[in-house]
């Protein structure tokens, strides 16, 4: 089967799945509650070399592995994967990040890219990709910064984002090909200009745009403040106003420049499931947003929080 072949597929299942699974499509998609959703029972443990691994419903309920080794988003790309084996009919499988190796896609069996292309349309169907956009305060991707600021609010990995921008017919092969040669960790320290951040953290540059959204995010991220003559109010309890080294993360701890005051801030496991982040300028708030903290995923994830 093609890659086009197996797009066609999951494409039309990745849409039955957001209305079966009440899935906002123009917004960041929760994939762990619908495979809650669809009765997929949703373990997180460290696996080593294994991405994640889906077990089909013949002796017993579905299952599904990811593992808590990898970053948010990766893990979130891992969970799509399994719901697309599940809705797709596909049995049992055990994803390896040997998949990931090499030429990517090169080689994978059918049900592979079925599952793999089924990620992308469940995580990034085009009303959430516009709304990323938008959120960015851009129309259209120009760079790789670009696709960078919008995975964030989607939640999805840098590369997979990249790829599903050719599907979605806003860039072309040529220029996925030279976006592709760009590492998440360059754009990364490109955006935070030098700003100490964890090698599994990531920078969300708060524009204008992003008043009033919700930003999900994971403890060691950096929020950088970029809407004009404003600065961060008093931080909510959970962000911290310099690094913290989460877990020996830090990549960066040898710069020695400090953030612009009121215009950096980092999330601590302490802040709340839920909390609000507001910028002033001259007494006059200017900038709101939401923050939503992943939680922990080992376990059953009956039991993360």
Request: proline letters at 5%; hydrophobic letters at 40%; a negative charge.
């Amino acid at each position: 089967m093609s890659w086009n072949s197996a797009h066609g597929a999951a494409m039309i299942a990745a849409a039955q799945a957001h209305e079966a699974l009440a899935a906002e499509v123009d917004d960041y998609i929760d994939v762990f509650g619908a495979l809650r959703r669809a009765g997929v029972e949703v373990m997180g443990q460290k696996l080593g070399g294994l991405l994640g691994l889906y077990i089909d419903g013949s002796k017993g309920i579905p299952g599904c592995l990811v593992n808590t080794g990898l970053e948010e988003v990766s893990m979130r790309h891992t969970a799509a994967h399994e719901l697309g084996h599940h809705l797709m009919g596909h049995g049992t499988s055990i994803d390896h990040q040997e998949q990931s190796l090499g030429r990517w896609g090169e080689g994978w069996p059918q049900h592979e890219r079925e599952a793999e292309a089924f990620a992308s349309w469940f995580l990034m169907p085009r009303p959430a990709a516009r709304a990323a956009l938008a959120r960015c305060g851009v129309i259209r991707p120009e760079s790789p910064l670009d696709v960078y600021r919008m995975a964030r609010w989607l939640g999805t990995p840098y590369a997979t984002t990249v790829r599903h921008l050719v599907r979605l017919k806003m860039i072309d092969r040529s220029t996925e090909t030279v976006w592709l040669k760009h590492s998440p960790g360059t754009l990364k320290a490109e955006l935070s200009d030098g700003l100490p951040l964890g090698t599994q953290a990531h920078i969300h540059v708060l524009t204008p745009a992003a008043h009033g959204a919700t930003l999900h995010v994971t403890a060691g991220d950096c929020l950088l403040l970029a809407v004009p003559r404003a600065g961060y109010d008093q931080l909510p309890t959970g962000l911290i106003s310099t690094p913290a080294d989460t877990d020996g993360q830090l990549s960066f701890l040898d710069v020695t420049a400090a953030p612009e005051q009121g215009h950096a801030a980092w999330v601590t496991q302490e802040l709340a499931v839920d909390s609000t982040l507001t910028a002033t300028a001259e007494s006059t708030e200017l900038f709101r947003v939401n923050l939503r903290r992943t939680p922990g995923r080992e376990g059953s994830d009956r039991f993360w929080a």
